[in-house]
């Protein structure tokens, strides 16, 4: 890795896990950061195997190809070490949130996470980004000494995206500075945490135009709406005429991959000339200084106006799209009655979910882990 700049979050000044560990063993001299090896234990969760089989927004069965929470994590760690990279930031950091910081969603996606939002309104509610930290904090069970992964705070710190400050308090009386403590005084987490937000907004926006068209649910034509893409898909067809006329289907195609290619490649960097100006007129000579700052990671004014009508256009046409809504309205069913399901016989759950005393949110947990399928079984043997 390059040189990391001063602002970076530099791996030996990292504060550190929640359980003491050696860092290395002892026979061996250490050739993995903290951040590293955070990232090598996400990858080897449980938790993080289970994203090839839960839905982004296209329910896992419909179709081989759409995109799943696994390979979105994917394209976020991908996008995001290529700015970090650009900007000199800690990579290495940034893939570890990346790859996490989306282990807390339940199957189905969005449908599931409503239902299981609402289902457990009167018990506390549940948060996806509050249930990620938990999958690597608590749920987990790989290390003979404690629960979860044992992360270094600045990982911790960046898969806790969001949190109410009902549950940032509780956190922050638990571990009194820790990670929640930003959400009670105002301040941003470190720039690779902010960068992690922005690539997982561009990753979402780009594939899901992909998986949007591919399905038949978006149209080329709708997309001339959103100047982002229009744009680059006048300056693909100018430059390759031919794609325009021949072989409609497979030219179609190519023409959408290498407009999606420019729209992310613009956005990209985009980032990288915004934060760098930012970076600039703040001039954050730590990790901590960078903190105290506004959010530095960031769109120019004009890329942000973009990428929110992108948004916006993807909400209305795909996300809100009949066939969407129906598929999920079903999706949505099932994570309910599972939930009355597991909370009238908990003897149901494995023993490690039937034995805890709070039972909302061990069917919370138990539920939001599960993957697609297994959850559509389980609904099929408890509701036949
Ligand atoms: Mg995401």
Redesign the pocket.
Known sequence: MTQLAPYACQPELSRGRRYKEQEAPAHAPSFRNPHQRDRDRIVHSTAFRRLVYKT?VFLNHEGDLFRT?MT??LE?AQLGRSIARALNLNEDLVEAIALA??LG?TPFGHAGQDALNECMAPYGGFEHNLQSLRVVDELEERYPAFNGLNLSFETREGILKHCARRNAELINTQEPNGIAARFLNGTQPSLEAQLCNLA?AI??NAHDIDDGVRSGLLTLEQMQDVSLFARYHAQTLAEYPHLQTQHPNTQGRRVLYETIRRMLSDQVYDVINATRAALQQHAPASADEARQCPPLVQFSAAMYEESKALKSFLFRNLYRHPQVMQTTDGARAMVQELFAVYLAKPQEMPAAYAQRSDVPRAVADYLSGMTDRFATREHARLTA
């Open positions: 982004q929470r979105h994590s976020v910081h989306d969603h997982d990753a979402y």
